[in-house]
């Protein structure tokens, strides 16, 4: 498929489990990005690559959140011992450029709830 | 930082009619600006989008303005479908800086 894919859809994690979502972009997409959108709300930014470099984690909510891109393609989004409040789902966009804001691409996304 | 507000949070319209979504920004560094569609059950989906250069930019049935001086744009839909249900999202990003900042989102509902 061309467009950005993420696995799993759907996860169900117990309270206190650790959790890893996977995001592959576009192939040759520079920049990445993760997002989470809590049920009824705006998507809210996580982190952002440029290839395999993490310009941008200003977003990541606690040090439970972990991203990488080692390769500068697919990237891993890991959440360490989750809690309730992590329950949202994780959008991961791409986009062709490292500089300009270009236009981005999303994928479905993973729903993860934390029971 | 940055923050966008976004108005109304639901809009329902006949089908034929206009629709029309406004947003507002607070950092005036804030230069590029698009807008999503998001079905349920995915990811949100680019429908158009304009840099701080543009004052207006259209694409067939929808266009999008924007204010730079009052710090706020709007996305217009004219002919509306039924298809164009879903919600809307504004964004707000500035040079530098990758990060989007979403709006809270608009659900639209074309009647038939």
């Known amino acids: 498929g061309a467009g950005v894919s993420q696995s799993p859809r759907y996860k169900v994690a117990k309270r206190g489990q650790d959790v890893a979502l996977r995001c592959d972009p576009i192939?040759?997409?520079?920049?990445l990005f993760w997002y989470q959108q809590a049920l009824g709300q705006g998507p809210e930014f996580l982190t952002y690559?440029?290839?395999?470099?993490?310009?941008?984690k200003s977003g990541l909510p606690s040090d439970r959140f972990f991203a990488e891109r080692p390769e500068g393609s697919v990237s891993t989004l890991k959440i360490q011992r989750t809690q309730q409040e992590d329950s949202a789902v994780y959008l991961c966009?791409?986009?062709?450029?490292?500089?300009?804001?270009?236009?981005?691409?999303f994928g479905q996304g993973t729903r993860l709830t934390v029971v | 930082g940055e923050n966008v507000e976004q108005h109304p949070s639901t809009l329902s319209v006949q089908e034929g009619d206009s629709a029309v979504i406004k947003c507002t920004y607070s950092?005036?560094?804030?230069?590029?600006f698009p807008w999503y569609k998001q079905e349920l059950g995915k990811g949100p989906q680019l429908i158009i989008d304009?840099?701080?250069?543009?004052g207006e930019k259209k694409d067939q049935r929808i266009a999008v303005t924007l204010n730079k001086t009052a710090k706020h744009f709007s996305l217009h839909i004219t002919e509306t479908q039924p298809e164009d249900s879903a919600v809307y999202f504004c964004?707000?990003?500035?040079?530098?800086?990758?990060?989007?900042?979403f709006g809270s989102g608009t659900r639209l509902q074309v009647q038939p």
């Open positions: 966009a791409s986009s062709l450029g490292g500089q300009l804001n270009t236009e981005a691409f």
């Open positions: 192939s040759g997409h520079v920049s």
């Open positions: 690559f440029q290839n395999e470099a993490q310009l941008d």
């Open positions: 950092d005036s560094a804030s230069n590029y």
């Open positions: 304009i840099r701080s250069n543009v």
């Open positions: 964004a707000a990003s500035k040079a530098g800086r990758r990060a989007l900042t």
